[in-house]
T-cell receptor, first 110, second 110 residues
Framework: SQTIHQWPATLVQPVGSPLSLECTVEGTSNPNLYWYRQAAGRGLQLLFY??????ISSEVPQNLSASRPQDRQFILSSKKLLLSDSGFYLCAWSPYGTQYFGPGTRLTVL | SQQGEEDPQALSIQEGENATMNCSYKTSINNLQWYRQNSGRGLVHLILIRSNEREKHSGRLRVTLDTSKKSSSLLITASRAADTASYFC??????????FGDGTTLTVKP
């Protein structure tokens, strides 16, 4: 069966520091992969999605970037974090339509 | 604005009662999904209903879709304290991309 992993689970970073969040999927090939951010009490904002290795689409302009170096690996990065980058980051994969989410990373930027 | 918007924002009921949540959207869709999120966790897929379907059931869940009104409802029958969570609808208009609403927070009191 398919599983999706995210790490770390929680992260506290100072403003201006770099960021790297990793997501990996097991048990499937060539999945669509997604990064979402969720503000407290709100829905999910799609940040990036990828339909294949090296293929990244950005939905919202910001100081974040994403990369997909391997078929089942999706990385969210930033060179310099802002206070507004705080939130709950969720990775998801999808065969089609239905999305399967990882456990999320709680990021606090101080 | 959000493609999917849930109503009400918050709902509090007693165990054993039924809970109904609604979702409205603006554009034509391929399918609509409902997800559940426990506090601080990732989203869990509950049910997907396609645009040519009007009703689907899964255990204590019943989902309806009215494409003429661009709306959907999620009914949870005989609610339990463990149903306490946030519920999100997501619409899928292009292959592999979903747009989420801000969710309904359901509290089931024992």
């Amino acid at each position: 069966s398919q599983t999706i992993h995210q790490w770390p689970a929680t992260l506290v970073q100072p403003v201006g520091s770099p960021l790297s969040l990793e997501c990996t999927v097991e048990g499937t090939s060539n999945p669509n992969l997604y990064w979402y951010r969720q503000a407290a009490g709100r829905g999910l904002q799609l940040l990036f999605y990828s339909v294949g290795i090296g293929q990244i689409s950005s939905e919202v302009p910001q100081n974040l970037s994403a990369s997909r170096p391997q078929d089942r690996q999706f990385i969210l990065s930033s060179k310099k974090l802002l206070l507004s980058d705080s939130g709950f980051y969720l990775c998801a994969w999808s065969p089609y339509g239905t999305q399967y989410f990882g456990p999320g990373t709680r990021l606090t930027v101080l | 604005s959000q493609q999917g918007e849930e109503d009400p924002q918050a709902l509090s009921i007693q165990e054993g009662e039924n809970a109904t949540m609604n979702c409205s959207y603006k554009t034509s869709i391929n399918n609509l999904q409902w997800y559940r999120q426990n506090s601080g966790r990732g989203l869990v897929h509950l049910i997907l209903i396609r645009s040519n379907e009007r009703e689907k059931h899964s255990g204590r869940l019943r989902v309806t879709l009215d494409t003429s009104k661009k709306s959907s409802s999620l009914l949870i029958t005989a609610s339990r304290a463990a149903d306490t969570a946030s519920y999100f609808c997501a619409t899928n208009t292009n292959a592999g991309k979903s747009t989420f609403g801000d969710g309904t927070t359901l509290t089931v009191k024992p």
